[in-house]
């Protein structure tokens, strides 16, 4: 990175990543679908200051030798200083990234891609819905709400996960059942010794939580068939095509729209994405 | 912008000083086919030949690249590649490869530039060579270009037996030619003339046609159209098709390393393969043969006309040619148009 001569920062291969220093992972769930919640420092005093980005982007991480894979950053914008990415091991390089520990290296570019925009959302009643994973991107959007929570109406988290081990940020909706300007609603798939929450899947328990559609906005993200479904029953609770909103992820290489591999139709997720309205999502003609 | 003339026989002296201080590539015979070589005297080009086997792309646009050096492991540290700024002449274009370069321009020189291609773009120049004799499986016409055609090239030769029209297109083009002046004589109206014969004999030559009107539009609405079944059919997904095709840009990145030292590489990759689009979790947006001989498509004649307002195909012909099955682009699009969609 080098400082041009407006004095904004421009990247000169968009190809090679900045480093950053792993502080501090989380184990968020264990076993065969393990996630770890990964706190990233950059090196470089200067992207360090003046990395910035808006709930809603991802970044390209990079375990050197072992490759490079996108992850949504889960970290609201108002934490200045660090961003966290949160890692489901899955293929070669977020084994590699699950053998890292506190201190290491890793390679990060971007932020890439569009924004929630949370600016325009301003005033009114926010409604995210995630399953497993997919409350990465979320988790974001929440606490850029929870920190400018004047600034926003109500705010209902409904989230879901197949057992109640594969529950991610557990102590963080812990925390938040406690407070009285987030409601939390969780479930699990199936029924267990000691849940007191909603057996069933997130679109069911969606529409037990029944939101009003009134000056509200709805985000989803997680499995496909869960955000189908959602989006299904947010149509039945009378929101519109324009109130709904979804991320989605596509197997990504370059991260700039240059390698061709994550088009839904003429879009390609990376930069005309990954954020897609449901209005957006309906006109769009694509393998999915 | 100006036209000369270069006796046939002084082409050899012109190309073998430009070899002194440009990297030069032009085709070269290899067994049965040629291919662009760096070449280091005007013998090894080989004029024989129609279109080199893998298009001109490959000069701009390697089909491996190393993209930055790093230190594996989880201490590693990364090195910035350095980008040489050697002088670069492509002899030798036909039209289907020289447009290559305004329809992967787009792709990138877009919100990102891609600082290997934008260089290597900065400091070519395009040397074209008109078609006087097309392929069998031509169609450049078809986009309304012709196999003599100056849009695409800095400077443009047409061989005019016995000597070579050499029409200086662009201002790069004369910067260059201008430092070889002694070579070049100015052209005669006779010399234009001929040409446009040689043109007009060239574009008898090409009998084979796509018919474009309204295919992009038309796919909008073919999306789920059977036809994509038919097509898919024959495909055994090898992916030649994308290798041979000069507007295949897709890419892999993949790090090599040994314990010491690594690279984070570039290279070619395909449409064609499930692989392509399969993510981690197993999930794969394209998991048929349809779905992804549909993707090549529509990428080519509906999706880049909508994002960058040009049809992906230059007409060369080589998907055709090399296809071990026998799939013909020209006859999926002209059976589109002739569907009902």
């Given at each position: 990175m080098t400082k041009n001569s407006e004095g904004t920062f421009e990247i000169q291969n968009p190809y090679q990543p900045l480093l950053a220093k792993v502080v501090k992972i989380?184990?968020?769930?264990?076993?065969?679908?393990?996630?770890?919640?990964?706190?990233?420092?950059?090196?470089?005093?200067?992207?360090?200051?003046?990395?910035?980005?808006?709930?809603?982007?991802?970044?390209?991480?990079?375990?050197?030798?072992?490759?490079?894979?996108t992850f949504a950053i889960s970290s609201s914008s108002t934490q200045k200083d660090y961003i966290e990415i949160s890692v489901m091991k899955h293929g070669k390089n977020t084994a590699a990234l699950h053998e890292l520990e506190e201190g290491d290296i890793v390679g990060v570019r971007g932020p890439y891609g569009n924004t929630f925009d949370v600016k325009g959302w301003e005033g009114k009643n926010i409604i995210l819905i995630g399953g497993g994973i997919g409350q990465a991107p979320l988790r974001s959007v929440?606490?850029?709400?929870?920190?400018?929570?004047?600034?926003?109406?109500?705010?209902?988290?409904?989230?879901?996960?197949?057992?109640?081990?594969?529950?991610?940020?557990?102590?963080?909706?812990?925390?938040?059942?406690?407070?009285?300007?987030?409601?939390?609603?969780?479930?699990?798939?199936?029924?267990?010794e000691g849940w007191n929450n909603y057996v069933g899947f997130v679109p069911n328990n969606l529409m037990e939580v029944?939101?009003?559609?009134?000056?509200?906005?709805?985000?989803?993200?997680?499995?496909?068939?869960?955000?189908?479904?959602?989006?299904?029953?947010?149509?039945?609770?009378?929101?519109?095509?324009?109130?709904?909103?979804t991320t989605l992820e596509m197997r990504m290489k370059c991260g700039i729209g240059i390698c061709g591999r994550c088009n839904i139709g003429n879009l390609y997720v990376c930069k005309d994405g990954p954020v897609f309205s449901y209005e957006q999502l309906k006109g769009l003609q694509g393998d999915m | 912008m100006e036209n000369l003339v270069i006796q046939t026989e002084k082409l050899s002296?012109?190309?073998?000083?430009?070899?002194?201080?440009?990297?030069?590539?032009?085709?070269?015979?290899?067994?049965?086919?040629?291919?662009?070589?760096?070449?280091?005297?005007?013998?090894?080009?080989?004029?024989t030949y129609l279109l080199p086997r893998v298009p001109a792309k490959k000069i701009l646009f390697k089909q491996t690249e190393t993209l930055f050096l790093f230190t594996p492991g989880s201490k590693g540290s990364v090195q910035t590649k350095e980008i040489s700024?050697?002088?670069?002449?492509?002899?030798?274009?036909?039209?289907?490869?020289?447009?290559?370069?305004?329809?992967?321009?787009?792709?990138f020189l877009g919100d990102y530039a891609d600082p290997f291609y934008k260089s290597r773009r900065e400091r070519s120049i395009l040397i074209g060579l008109s078609c006087n004799k097309p392929n069998v499986n031509c169609f450049c016409t078809s986009f309304g270009d012709s196999p003599a055609s100056s849009d695409y090239v800095d400077i443009l030769l047409t061989d005019l037996d016995g000597k070579h029209l050499v029409e200086v297109v662009t201002e790069r083009g004369k910067k260059f030619i201008d430092n070889y002046k002694k070579f070049f004589t100015s052209a005669s109206k006779e010399d234009l003339d001929s040409k446009k014969k040689v043109e007009e004999?060239?574009?008898?030559?090409?009998?084979?046609?796509?018919?474009?009107?309204?295919?992009?539009?038309?796919?909008?609405?073919?999306?789920?159209?059977?036809?994509?079944?038919?097509?898919?059919?024959?495909?055994?997904?090898?992916?030649?098709?994308?290798?041979?095709?000069?507007?295949?840009?897709?890419?892999?990145?993949?790090?090599?390393?040994?314990?010491?030292?690594?690279?984070?590489?570039?290279?070619?990759?395909?449409?064609?393969?499930?692989?392509?689009?399969?993510?981690?979790?197993?999930?794969?947006?394209r998991p048929?043969?349809?779905?992804?001989?549909?993707?090549?498509?529509?990428?080519?004649?509906?999706?880049?006309?909508?994002?960058?307002?040009?049809?992906?195909?230059?007409?060369?012909?080589?998907c055709i040619d090399y296809c071990s099955v026998n799939i013909d682009v020209i006859d999926i699009i002209n059976k589109i148009g002739e569907a009902e969609s």
């Open positions: 989380t184990n968020e769930v264990d076993g065969a679908r393990a996630i770890k919640t990964y706190k990233l420092v950059f090196q470089d005093e200067e992207t360090k200051i003046n990395f910035s980005f808006i709930p809603g982007q991802f970044v390209m991480v990079s375990v050197f030798g072992k490759g490079e894979s929440l606490n850029y709400i929870l920190d400018n929570r004047d600034k926003y109406g109500t705010l209902d988290a409904i989230y879901g996960a197949r057992t109640s081990s594969d529950i991610c940020y557990k102590e963080e909706f812990a925390e938040l059942e406690k407070r009285d300007d987030v409601n939390v609603h969780l479930s699990i798939d199936v029924e267990e029944k939101p009003s559609s009134e000056n509200a906005i709805a985000i989803t993200c997680g499995p496909p068939i869960m955000i189908e479904y959602v989006i299904q029953n947010l149509l039945k609770l009378g929101f519109t095509e324009k109130q709904i909103y | 002296e012109w190309v073998n000083e430009v070899i002194k201080k440009n990297k030069v590539f032009a085709p070269v015979k290899e067994t049965d086919f040629s291919n662009f070589k760096i070449i280091d005297d005007y013998s090894e080009i080989d004029f700024d050697e002088k670069l002449v492509v002899f030798s274009l036909r039209t289907c490869d020289a447009k290559t370069f305004s329809i992967l321009d787009p792709v004999q060239a574009i008898k030559g090409i009998t084979r046609t796509m018919k474009l009107e309204g295919i992009p539009e038309k796919l909008d609405k073919m999306f789920e159209h059977p036809i994509w079944y038919e097509n898919a059919m024959k495909c055994i997904g090898c992916g030649t098709c994308t290798f041979v095709c000069p507007t295949c840009h897709c890419f892999d990145m993949q790090d090599e390393s040994t314990l010491r030292e690594g690279a984070r590489v570039r290279v070619w990759d395909y449409c064609m393969n499930p692989e392509y689009t399969h993510h981690a979790s197993g999930h794969n947006p048929a043969r349809m779905n992804r001989v549909r993707n090549r498509i529509f990428h080519k004649f509906n999706y880049y006309p909508i994002n960058d307002n040009i049809v992906g195909c230059t007409g060369c012909g080589r």
